[in-house]
């Protein structure tokens, strides 16, 4: 049962458009991160955040950027898309355990 | 930094059982953890052991841990066409669960032949 949610699933978008990633938790988690991953491929911490108005950037450098305004709620926006941004993005929380939301598969042309 | 080693691809046979093998170098590591990941889908973790644990069994899945040799496995018994995904190992010495000190292995592909 899932208990952090991402949206879209799926999204195709040209080059040069803003978009944003929406992640969302219930569980009143303070810590929340986004990940990047290439099919089939390792992750890449690129973000994370340890309550509202925390950011940091994680091990892998993003042209993306962050925002936590709220605890359950930890956007992630790409003013620019870029083919080069095409990939799936994972959202997670941590409590005790790291919980991932299902992602998001970007695709830019 | 701290390093966690996995091999990228196991195939076995429906009904056999399946050992995933991963090793890390973090000394202080306090718990250790395995993630499912099936196609198009987030990371789901399967389970995890402190490391003053040796073992642990939940149903189909046993997990072993050798903290002098810093090897952790995870054994599927009877695998089956479900369990086809990619396996993750993490470590972490921070107690909190916090992800930014979680070192994740590069994953291993299990591939069931029929």
């Known amino acids: 049962e899932a208990d952090i949610y991402q949206t879209p699933r799926y999204l195709v978008i040209g080059t040069g458009k803003k978009i944003t990633l929406e992640c969302s938790q219930t569980?009143?988690?303070?810590?929340m991160y986004w990940y990047q991953q290439d099919p089939g491929m390792e992750l890449h911490l690129i973000h994370y955040s340890y309550g509202v108005n925390s950011t940091e950037k994680g091990d892998l450098s993003s042209e993306s950027t962050v925002s936590r305004i709220r605890t359950e709620h930890f956007p992630l926006t790409l003013e620019s898309a870029r083919p080069s941004h095409t990939s799936q993005y994972l959202c997670a929380s941590s409590g005790i355990t790291l919980a991932f939301g299902q992602g998001t598969r970007l695709t830019v042309v | 930094g701290e390093d966690v080693e996995q091999s990228l691809f196991l195939s076995v046979r429906e009904g056999d059982s399946s050992v995933i093998n991963c090793t890390y170098t973090?000394?202080?590591?306090?718990?250790l953890y395995w993630y499912k990941q099936e196609p198009g889908a987030g990371l789901q973790l399967l389970t995890y052991?402190?490391?003053?644990?040796d073992m642990k069994q939940d149903q189909r899945l046993t997990v072993l841990l050798n903290k002098k040799d810093k090897h952790l496995s995870l054994r599927i018994a009877d695998t089956q066409t479900g369990d086809s995904a990619i396996y993750f190992c993490a470590e972490t010495p921070d107690s909190g669960g916090g992800a930014d000190g979680l070192t994740f292995g590069k994953g291993t592909h299990l591939i069931i032949q029929p």
């Open positions: 973090d000394s202080s590591s306090t718990y």
């Open positions: 052991i402190f490391s003053n644990m």
């Open positions: 569980m009143g988690h303070d810590k």
